[in-house]
């Protein structure tokens, strides 16, 4: 299995403009995870799916975020306008059902620059 | 709430030297407690889990044993190695929860 795919796996846009980040979970896992890492809060969880339904959306930051996903094989989460303070590391993560598969797999995540 | 604090990096050490990184935890039911490592450039991965009191993980000469007495999950190594270098995360889930909660993570770089 390849993996969680993220892209881009750079993205450096001007304030203002539309960010759209991708994933792709590993086939097969129910639920799917979007992270956000910077320096200053660590990594925040910002919302999951569950076979492809949002379930919890409190951490996404404001109304400028939001996150679909539309099929069990692909998600976004979308910056719209983006600002410099959304400059951190954006993770995806999926995982099986199920209480005893408690593991997260992450992608490799996409570092984002808002200039 | 439900929180995972962990000892502030960056931590630097000489290779072979032995390794403590203390990671204590707020929740409010039973949770199953994690380490997790990001090697540079690369997505978190799981390194050892412990899912109920006196627990030890244990995975590539790490251990950390779920101490409920003292909420905590303190990372340890004996002996680091310079490929040890990386980001190392602290995190719980409750059981009846799909919510992972990080720490703030902890540098550590190994010189040779």
């Known amino acids: 299995d390849a993996g969680v795919i993220q892209s881009p796996r750079h993205e450096v846009t001007e304030m203002g403009q539309e960010v759209t980040l991708r994933c792709k979970p590993i086939s097969g896992h129910d639920y799917l995870f979007w992270y956000r890492q910077t320096m200053m809060r660590g990594l925040e969880l910002l919302i999951y799916?569950?076979?492809?339904?949002?379930?919890?959306d409190s951490g996404m930051p404001e109304d400028r975020f939001s996150a679909k996903m539309p099929n069990a094989s692909f998600s976004t989460l979308k910056i719209q306008p983006s600002e410099p303070r959304d400059s951190a590391v954006y993770f995806c993560a999926s995982r099986p059902a199920g209480r005893t598969n408690e593991k997260l797999f992450f992608g490799s995540g996409t570092q984002l620059s808002v200039l | 709430g439900n929180s995972v604090t962990q000892m502030e990096g960056p931590v630097t050490l000489s290779e072979e030297a032995f390794l403590t990184i203390n990671c204590t935890y707020t929740?409010?039911?039973?949770?199953?407690l994690f380490w997790y490592v990001q090697y540079p450039g690369e997505g978190l991965q799981l390194l050892l889990k412990a899912t109920k009191a006196d627990d030890k993980g244990s995975n590539k000469g790490f251990e950390a044993t779920y101490r409920k007495e003292t909420t905590s999950f303190h990372l340890e190594k004996g002996s680091v190695q310079v490929s040890d270098s990386a980001v190392y995360f602290c995190a719980l889930r409750l059981n009846n929860n799909n919510d992972m909660r990080f720490g703030a993570g902890t540098r550590l770089t190994v010189k040779p």
């Open positions: 799916f569950n076979n492809n339904v949002p379930i919890d």
């Open positions: 929740a409010t039911g039973y949770p199953s």
